[in-house]
Antibody, heavy 118, light 106 residues
Framework: QVQLVQSGADVKKPGASVKVSCKASGYTFIGYYLHWVRQAPGQGLEWMGW????????NYAQDFQGRVTMTRDTSISTAYMELSSLTSVDTAVYYC???????????WGQGTTVTVSS | IQLTQSPSSLSASVGDRVTITCRAS??????LAWYQQKPGKAPNLLIYAASTLQSGVPSRFSGSGSGTDFTLTITSLQPEDFATYYCQQLNTYPYTFGQGTKLEIK
């Protein structure tokens, strides 16, 4: 079945970087864009950007420009999201999600909890 | 583009019909999706393109609207429908979400 499996929870100190992985299975990895979305504790959803796994092209939300890098390794059907200069406000669950019709997303990873704490 | 959902929370009973509204600060054509999220879980796609029901989603869910005003309607609420609902616009970057509507059991 179509599945996105993300890396495990991580704890980082302020100022550090975190890299979250998202491994796709059950479909052609390069055939679908991937979005990254985050959710702070008790808060709503925040779109971070997308990556085209076929070309590596990316589009980042302005709020994350300069701090986020989305990449992929097609040989292992895995996408990555790296966020740098972390602060406490970056404490959140980070999701990857497959883009479906009209840019909506139909399959989500299980989420990766990133905690930023000194 | 800002999306404003109303109400922010809603209490209803099993069997009720409920409507959630999502208003965009500018026109987004029909590029709107609705998601359901349960605690500790990833969101689940219900509706895309404003009114198209995602495969596998029960027909008691429906969406409508275009331009700036959209609605999600759930007829005959079931126990598993109590969750938080989000709209998302996919017309203009950044792809923003509404703040969510928490649907609780009365």
């Amino acid at each position: 079945q179509v599945q996105l499996v993300q890396s495990g929870a991580d704890v980082k100190k302020p100022g550090a970087s975190v890299k979250v992985s998202c491994k796709a299975s059950g479909y052609t990895f390069i055939g679908y864009y991937l979005h990254w979305v985050r959710q702070a504790p008790g808060q709503g959803l925040e779109w971070m950007g997308w990556i085209n796994p076929n070309t590596g092209d990316t589009n980042y939300a302005q709020d994350f420009q300069g701090r986020v890098t989305m990449t992929r390794d097609t040989s292992i059907s895995t996408a990555y999201m790296e966020l740098s200069s972390l602060t406490s406000v970056d404490t959140a669950v980070y999701y990857c999600a497959r883009v479906y019709r009209y840019s909506s997303v139909d399959v989500w990873g299980q989420g990766t909890t990133v905690t930023v704490s000194s | 583009i800002q999306l404003t959902q109303s109400p922010s929370s809603l209490s209803a009973s099993v069997g009720d019909r409920v409507t959630i509204t999502c208003r965009a600060s500018q026109g987004i054509s029909g590029y709107l999706a609705w998601y359901q999220q349960k605690p500790g879980k990833a969101p689940n796609l219900l509706i895309y393109a404003a009114s198209t029901l995602q495969s596998g989603v029960p027909s008691r869910f429906s969406g409508s609207g275009s331009g700036t005003d959209f609605t999600l309607t759930i007829t005959s609420l079931q126990p598993e429908d109590f969750a938080t609902y989000y709209c998302q616009q996919l017309n203009t970057y950044p792809y923003t979400f509404g703040q969510g509507t928490k649907l609780e059991i009365k």
